[in-house]
């Protein structure tokens, strides 16, 4: 099940459109042809500049299982497009499938059946000899950056170059283009192993831009990296993504680094798609179990479980959780205060976060809600929940507790609970 | 005084106290060994360092070839890497005496006769072949396969890894290897001897060993050790360079 979901604020994701006789979740129906229409864009698509560059249809991936293993099925029936110019995100447990999605963009993987089209060929079709020209534009970077530990930093940028028959002075010029790009000119001469993490994965990204390709793969490219030094490669994809115009898919199993740095979002499980769509409506609205548990892992904004139970031994009133989002599936947290207000309700907030996704805010707050009549309670959460979204976690115990302004009645407080 | 009066009772001393005194007479004769001693280091190196470079070569062939059709990896072929693997199995645990004598026949069709320097070091440069095939080997396993693969995404040709990625990368501890290899190979140019090849190993046999005169076969050693020192060394120095620390 793919849950597609729609921003009423950002740019409509590619699938959501009819185009060509998809159905309107931008997947084809079984036993319908596949529509490569890359190179005669309609011009609907063109408009929103949602002109997909890389095309997955109906594709499966099954590793052949061995005397100690069965088989493995990575990828099952995967359906989707990249567009042109976008940071294309794939998140995802390891064992999901993502590295092997990835990968058969160019072709280090094979897939066991449907069609992986990049730029307007096919590249499943190809021979390991055509793949190796169509390399040259599709740049990769690794997880454990996967440089020639034999060669400079210099080396390592020029290898590629080397790959695609340039001369020495047009390599020597560009290495050093590169390595001020990528901010490490002065490591030229040194060699990898005397680099940290962060400048490595400079170097890996520097080579990966050699041939100035359309397209860059960046596998768990952050993975081995510090948050500070992750958050340093991120500006920089971004910077390559809004300079370069080059479009890049980022492997990732961490919702931080969708949330920083991409445009859309796929959700893989089991080798399949879970979900898709632009990264705020994916956090702001998120469908799939999966996605809702990353979703919570990246923001840490909900109360849960221990720390669930710690509020409500100091907080007794009546405590609610607020989605605050940008007018998504929810409301600012101003509009929710002033409903709040106008129903005499005392608010405190007692847990909560509200974090940037895309440029735009978005968390939730858990209030503790107090009011001298418990009727404006209900009313005042009635309301909210019409502009926001609401979770409920009620009051301590009993009833009696709401409506009494802890301010006016600090004894109260120190009354047992089952006297009480 | 005791002592010496005690050893001449001592019918196994006296034994020991004749060598002795045989080996003292015996003192070097320069004139005469020395010459010899020139002769048998030339020999040594000349038969080491063809065996060497000739296996050597054909090892890191093999080496590559069983590498790179392993399964999973850049051409791999069940077939050709079975072949391979299993005659480098049958070849290697061969005792090289053995071997050697085994080869005669096809010894004689390349050198044109089964004794002496040339056949020794044809079969010798075989022996090497197949031992530094399954050292190169295992040193290529060594290496990050995601080194390989970051290669094949930039579009470089298998032979084109193997020249730029698989040998550099392994260069350190494949020059620590030949290392290994070439003091094997000292060893068996003594062994050799036997089909008379000549060399320090056969003259510390022929001269020293056989006719009681250690001091002779005290320095032929002593050659011997200086050599697979020097070997040695130079392999660490260069091994060291390869590292780039």
Known sequence: MVHESLASGGALPQGGLPKDGLPQDGLPQDGMPPTPILNEPSPILENLQAEPIISFRHVSKIFPGSRKRGEVRALDDVTFDINAGEIFGVIGYSGAGKSTLVRLINGLERPTSGQVIVDGIEVSRLSEGQLRSIRADIGMVFQQFNLLNSRTVAGNVSYPLEVAGKSRVER?????????????????GAYPKQLSGGQRQRVGIARALATSPHILLADEATSALDPETTQD???????????????????????????????????????????????????????APMTRKFVGTALQDKPAGDSLARLRNRHPGRLITVTVADGVASSSSSEIFRVLGRHAVDAAVVYGGITEVGDRPYGSLTLELTAPDAADIEAAVAEIAMIAGVEDLGARSSSARVGVRPANNLAHLRVPRGIA | MITARLNTLNSASLYSASLNSASLSNAIDWQRFGPLLWTAAGQTIRMAGIALVVGGFFGLLMGLVLYLTRPGNLLQNRAIFTILNVLINTVRPIPFIIFVVALGPITRLVVGRIIGIEAATFAMSIVAAFASARLVEQNLVTIDPGVVEAARAMGATPWRIVRTVLVPEALAPLILGYTFLAVGVVDMTAIVGMIGAGGLGDLAIVHGYRQFNWAITYVVVAVIIALVQLVQMLGNFLARKALHR
């Open chain 1, 233 to 287: 490669v991120l500006r920089l994809l971004k910077k390559v993504n809004s300079e370069l115009g080059i479009t890049i898919v980022v492997i990732t199993h961490a919702m931080s680094v969708v949330r920083t740095a991409c445009d859309r979002v796929a959700v893989m499980e089991n080798g399949k798609v879970v979900e898709l769509g632009n990264t705020y409506s994916i956090f702001a609205d998120p469908h």
């Open chain 1, 172 to 188: 020597a010029t560009r290495v050093t283009e590169l390595l001020e790009y990528v901010g490490i000119a002065d490591k030229a």
